[in-house]
């Protein structure tokens, strides 16, 4: 039996010298340290052995396996760290690589500015609706009949508004006061809502003046609204807009669905007031018009015009934000130059 067991080590120990990696550690350990390995099977079969040899075979067994487990443990020690430094070299990562940039998108400034300002009149308790409810593709009677236009009006020639080629009646809207009529048909008064969105007219187009922009309607209807909530609502909007230090005027105009009719301008962004190409000289530009809402108006859409009164205002987004921003030319809203929007 001792033989055996030496025998068995000799065979092992060889073994050993010819294993490459930790596979064949592996085979090894089934082979000679395995619960069903020769070893093994001698250590359980001691019982059938005289008495007196048990203590000595069991102790040899018990050394040569310990001795066998232990070299195989530094193989595979051995192994690990030759088959690491493989697989590391093999899937190497050079972190001082730089990474892949990845742009960031932005919002619009046209966007960003309807944003701001709809938050401003959300805080002076005006609610949005949205183009659902006062669509881009209108038709006259929203876009001008019920806003008092009348029908010889310039605005209405071809030249000014898009119509649809297959409807006459069906026309780009021009402005968003049809948004006015929406919602004064759409529900009773009280009444205080903006509605923000484009608006289409034929224009030349030049650094002034895009076939495309934006306007921001807004209309206050309830009973004793006066010309002077116009002025406290308007004047609190542009100073918080564009700051309290930013000069502003109000000037006597005329709108057919309103009366009276003002429009309000900042002073010029370019030239300080002074006069420049931009403001025409004058030291002022124009962001909105406004007005009591036109008795013929509320009675139109049948509103008791004894019993309420309103304002409505509508304001040039590109404008808003061109004076906010000093920028000189409404094109570059509409390029998607990169270098253009990834200032704002
Ligand atoms: N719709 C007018 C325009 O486009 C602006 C305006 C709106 C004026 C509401 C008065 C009241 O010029």
Not at 125 to 149: A, C, H, K
Request: with cysteine.
């Amino acid at each position: 039996m001792e033989n055996k067991i030496l025998e068995i080590e000799k065979e092992a120990v060889e073994a050993l010298q010819t294993l490459k990696d930790s596979k064949d550690l592996e085979e090894f350990k089934n082979k000679y340290l395995s619960r069903n390995c020769e070893l093994t099977n001698i250590k359980k079969c001691l019982k059938d052995l005289p008495v007196e040899e048990r203590p000595k075979i069991g102790a040899l067994a018990n050394k040569v396996f310990q001795e066998l487990e232990a070299k195989a443990n530094e193989k595979g020690e051995e192994f690990y760290k030759v088959e690491l430094d493989k697989k590391l070299a093999k899937e190497k990562i050079d972190i001082t690589l730089p990474g892949t940039y990845l742009p960031y998108g932005k919002v619009h400034p046209l966007t960003s500015t309807i944003n701001e300002v709809t938050e401003i009149f959300q805080h002076l308790g005006f609610s949005v609706i949205s183009n659902e409810n006062s669509p881009e593709v209108e038709t006259e009677y929203f876009n001008f009949d019920m806003l008092n236009v009348p029908k010889e009006h310039p605005a209405r020639d071809v030249q000014d508004t898009f119509y649809c080629k297959n409807a006459s009646n069906v026309v780009l809207r021009s402005q968003t006061s049809g948004a006015q009529i929406h919602a004064m048909k759409d529900k009773k008064p009280p009444i205080r809502i903006i509605s923000p969105g484009r608006v289409y007219r034929n224009e030349n187009i030049s650094a002034r003046k895009n076939n495309l922009f934006h306007q921001i309607e807004g209309l206050y209807v309830d009973k004793n609204v006066t010309f002077a909530h116009l002025k406290g609502v308007l004047n609190e909007f542009t100073r918080l807009y564009f700051g309290a230090s930013r000069p502003m005027r109000f000037r006597s105009s005329f709108f057919p669905f309103t009366e009276p009719s003002v429009e309000i301008d900042v002073q010029c962004i370019m030239c300080g007031g002074k006069g420049c190409a931009t403001c025409s000289g004058t030291g002022w530009l124009e962001i909105l018009g406004a007005g009591m809402v036109d008795p013929n108006v509320l009675e139109g859409v049948g509103i008791d015009s004894n019993v309420y009164s309103g304002f409505a205002f509508g304001m040039g987004v590109e404008r808003l934000t061109m004076l906010k921003y000093a920028i000189d030319d409404i094109r570059l809203f509409f390029n998607n130059d990169i270098r253009f929007l990834k200032q704002f």
